[in-house]
């Protein structure tokens, strides 16, 4: 059984690049998370799939931020336009839906962004 | 609002004692989970343990327990018989029943010396 994998690991940019980071949830796993973390705090929620439907986003997410999940499966987070303060550590996490209890949410290792 | 806070920026133990770290929560939900992850410095949060706001008793899994006190709103992590390998950061996070994001607190660092 394969964990959450991210790719890349880290990425280096120059203030006002796109890119785009992505997310391979456990396999059986149908809801899929973004987060991003910053330096001494706790991940903060960006957005939700359900399958390949984007049914939760947080206000951190602007307009510059989009996520995908066409098939359901794997997940992209694109930055455009990147700023200084995008630079932070992107976690992906994916659950099973469970009836009667909360989902437990698997994390992966992160890509680590930093913006120059 | 919901909320975590971690009075803990950092914890010493020595190892193979146990060690207590704090969490307290705030919200107004009467449905809810509480979870604990472990952050080493690679990066990757580990899942600990569970602990749902109707469960009378408090969760174990191996090494960790969570000291579940509901009047209190506190959800304090145990680490039994600490070893070197559980320096790391730990996060308590509280997740409601009506949406499908972790609210996380600000961590705890824990050193564990030889």
């Known amino acids: 059984d394969t964990g959450v994998s991210q790719d890349p690991r880290h990425k280096i940019t120059k203030r006002g690049q796109n890119v785009t980071f992505r997310c391979d949830p456990i396999?059986?796993?149908?809801?899929l998370y973004w987060y991003r973390q910053t330096l001494g705090q706790g991940p903060e929620f960006l957005t939700y799939f359900q399958n390949e439907a984007q049914l939760e986003k947080s206000r951190l997410l602007s307009d510059r931020f989009s996520a995908e999940r066409p098939k359901g499966s794997f997940s992209t987070l694109e930055i455009q336009r990147t700023e200084q303060g995008d630079s932070a550590m992107y976690l992906c996490?994916?659950?099973?839906?469970?009836?009667?209890?909360?989902?437990?949410?698997?994390f992966g290792p992160g890509t680590r962004l930093t913006v120059l | 609002a919901q909320k975590i806070t971690q009075t803990q920026p950092g914890m010493f133990v020595q190892e193979k004692e146990a060690v207590t770290l704090d969490c307290t929560y705030d919200?107004?939900?009467?449905?809810?989970?509480l979870f604990w992850y472990k952050q080493p410095s690679s990066g990757e949060m580990i899942f600990l343990i569970y602990?749902?706001?109707?469960?009378?008793q408090n969760a174990t899994e191996g090494r960790y327990s969570l000291n579940f006190q509901k009047a209190r709103k506190s959800a304090n992590l145990v680490i039994s018989a600490s070893q070197l390998g559980d320096s790391a950061m730990y996060f308590c996070?509280?997740?409601?029943?009506?949406?499908?994001?972790?609210?996380f607190g600000s961590g705890t660092r824990l050193l564990v010396r030889p």
């Open positions: 996070a509280m997740i409601m029943d009506s949406s499908y994001k972790l609210i």
């Open positions: 396999s059986e796993h149908n809801r």
């Open positions: 919200t107004s939900d009467q449905s809810y989970g």
């Open positions: 602990q749902g706001s109707y469960d009378e």
């Open positions: 996490a994916s659950s099973l839906a469970t009836s009667g209890s909360a989902d437990t949410q698997y």
